[in-house]
């Protein structure tokens, strides 16, 4: 019923900057928070940031003050513009969102399908 598509990933040295988009298509009613999560090798998904619609922000300590999470609700689209990246920000990225399918109160998390961020020292 959802779609999320991922975007804006790659390979970048330490110190540069990269920005991720994830739109949200598909049938709901709304969406309501959204967010990025990571998962390094060997490791479990870790979140990174989320948003809610009226814009408030959520963020691991690891990336705060070198990322920013932001959303437009017009387009149901979520973005991360990461800054200062490190060698250990490297990890598939993930996009989440909180759907309202009908009219019943209830949320259904929905996942992007990941993309890479590569950061070489």
């Known amino acids: 019923q959802v779609q999320l598509v991922e975007s804006g990933g790659g390979l970048v040295q330490a110190g540069g900057s990269l920005r991720l988009s994830c739109a949200a298509s598909g049938t709901f009613v709304s969406i309501n928070a959204m967010g990025w999560y990571r998962q390094a090798p060997g490791k479990q998904r870790d979140l990174v940031a989320t948003?809610?619609?009226?814009?408030?922000?959520n963020y691991a300590d690891s990336v705060k003050g070198r990322f920013t999470i932001s959303r437009d609700n017009a387009k149901n689209t979520v973005y991360l513009q990461m800054n200062s990246l490190k060698p250990e920000d490297t990890a598939v990225y993930y996009c989440?969102?909180?759907?309202?399918?009908?009219?019943?109160?209830?949320?259904?998390?929905?996942w992007g399908q990941g993309t890479q961020v590569t950061v070489s020292s």
């Open positions: 989440s969102a909180d759907a309202r399918l009908n009219w019943r109160p209830f949320l259904t998390t929905y």
């Open positions: 948003i809610t619609t009226g814009g408030n922000t």
